[in-house]
């Protein structure tokens, strides 16, 4: 019950911001800056939480599989369960807070040259179509494959990788973390191709994440076909562009 209030809360808070951002007057909410250098603390500290909440919300669910194994991997050791599950978390939601600095970090940067609007959707079609090139292309690497495989067999990862205690749980957290950020990152800039704030646009994101963890099959042939499909997305937008 834990996770899923976790997960619940995570997407009430998005589900809370974004009927803010529709409902709200413009005048009454912050608006990023055009300046990079006028940035304040607190607006830094908003988008920053805004983005952890993000990749709790859609990274978590995507992790179930791997969080059952663990759980009943510790039940299998009479081990303290739901303890060792929940520093196993916190490591493993620790990598994805670290990338949340990151995705802050192009958010500034890509207000100060006018690339996202005040409302954080995308108005340049070149970084959107470059985006949905460097996803695709990912797809097909052995880095996107290796860590995928990781994700799809949790218990290997376990039996190898175990460790006692919760500062064992925290590293084998905060390892699975750094594998699925290994297999994810890339498909994560997604968001600012559809609109940071797009709700369709993280539920797109996390169904995608969970087909390729848990859809049963080789992983090499669903990794590339999902690339196919973002390279045809980004090939549509080319031409769109080209045309226009």
């Known amino acids: 019950m834990g996770i899923f209030a976790l997960v619940c809360a995570a997407w ?7 009927w803010q951002m529709s409902h709200i007057p413009m005048t009454e909410m912050w608006m990023p800056p055009s300046s990079l250098s006028l940035w304040p603390v607190t607006g830094f500290i908003w988008v920053y939480s805004m983005w952890a909440v993000m990749m709790a919300a859609m990274m978590l669910p995507t992790a179930l599989p791997m969080i059952g194994a663990f759980s009943r991997y510790a039940i299998s050791q009479q081990l303290s369960t739901d303890s060792l599950t929940r ?8 990598v994805w807070f670290g990338f949340s600095l990151v995705l802050t970090g192009l958010q500034w940067l890509f207000h100060g040259m006018a690339w996202l609007s005040p409302m954080m959707e ?17 797809q097909f690497s ?5 860590c995928l495989q990781h994700c799809r067999t949790p218990f290997g990862f376990l039996i190898n990788e ?5 500062s064992g749980a925290v590293q084998m957290g905060i390892k699975h973390g750094i594998n699925c950020l290994g297999c994810c990152w890339v498909q994560m800039l997604l968001m600012f191709v559809v609109g940071v704030m797009n709700l369709w646009g993280m539920i797109f994101i996390t169904l995608l994440v969970i087909v390729e963890k848990w859809l049963p099959g080789k992983t090499k042939i669903i990794s590339r076909t999902i690339g196919i499909f973002f390279l045809a997305w980004a090939s549509f937008l080319w031409v769109n562009l080209i045309f226009s």
Not at 122 to 138: C, K, M, T
Not at 142 to 146: F, R
């Open 12 to 18: 009430g808070y998005l589900f809370y911001h974004a």
């Open 87 to 94: 520093w196993f978390i916190s490591g493993y939601l620790t």
């Open 122 to 138: 995308n108005r340049h079609p070149f970084l959107a179509a470059a985006i949905l090139i460097a996803v695709g292309l990912y």
């Open 142 to 146: 052995p880095i996107k494959n290796a």
């Open 162 to 166: 175990w460790r006692p205690g919760q």
